[in-house]
């Protein structure tokens, strides 16, 4: 159960992200961070033992805040949580928790040897990555692809193996790499009992939408 100035700071939170990023295009804009939230909660609610919901949700609201892709550096973006964060009375557990999430969460082209202790980490983590595979996965990589120039295919290019992150963000890819690259892996990535279970069906659908996609593009049907 959330404290009323806990439920005052999420709701400040959210006000300053939707600001910060309802205009994006490359699929890390509001309604991602909605979905992400969404997610985190309704795993939170399923999952067992004690659970700091308020961190999860923060670290929810505020994961792409700090995210390289979308901050001229890395140390830019932590920078900007943690001046949001030190508005609030915060304990010193709860902001370094939500740090710890935010700072050791992203993919990174499976450079991220991280893992994440804490169940809200985990939580939070898989969310994201549900977001990222599916129907939405799906939308979120071609509006990412077109916002960085890149094509949606070329059969000449083979997906690429043991990148540096340096090469996963080089937009050497195309959106169809970008499944093998990364996509396809996340189902096997998740955390939670309840993360693994909605990403099996997410995961389908992006197996039958390359089927589908290399029948048409071969103009097979």
């Known amino acids: 159960m959330l404290t009323k100035m806990q439920k005052i700071i999420i709701k400040e939170t959210e006000e300053y ?3 910060l990023l309802k ?3 490359s699929g890390h804009d509001w309604w991602h961070i909605q979905r992400v939230r969404n997610l985190a909660k309704n795993i939170a609610e399923k999952e067992q033992g004690t659970i700091d919901l308020f961190v999860c949700e923060m670290a929810a609201l ?13 140390a830019d973006g932590e920078r900007k949580v943690r001046n949001w964060l030190s508005r609030y009375s915060l304990t010193e557990k709860e902001s370094e928790e939500i740090m710890e999430i935010i700072l050791h969460m992203s993919y990174k082209g499976g450079t ?3 893992v994440l202790s804490s169940i809200e980490g985990k939580i939070v ?6 977001d990222a595979i599916g129907a939405i ?3 979120r990589t ?3 692809s077109g916002s960085k120039n890149r094509l949606i295919h070329d059969p000449s290019k083979e997906a690429r193996d043991n990148l540096t992150i340096e090469e996963y963000r080089s937009g050497e890819d195309t959106a169809i790499m970008h499944f093998y690259e990364k996509l396809l892996k996340l ?7 309840v993360g693994k279970q909605l990403a099996e069906k997410r995961h389908a659908y992006m197996e039958d939408y390359l089927n589908e996609f290399y029948a048409e593009w071969d103009g097979e049907r």
Do not use: S
């Open 17 to 19: 992200v939707y600001q």
């Open 23 to 25: 205009d994006d295009p």
């Open 62 to 74: 505020l994961h792409d805040v700090a995210d390289g892709k979308l901050n001229k550096t890395e």
């Open 112 to 114: 991220n040897k991280v």
């Open 125 to 130: 983590q898989d969310a994201d990555r549900l």
């Open 137 to 139: 996965g799906i939308a």
């Open 142 to 144: 071609m509006a990412y």
């Open 187 to 193: 189902k096997d990535e998740m955390n939670t009992t």
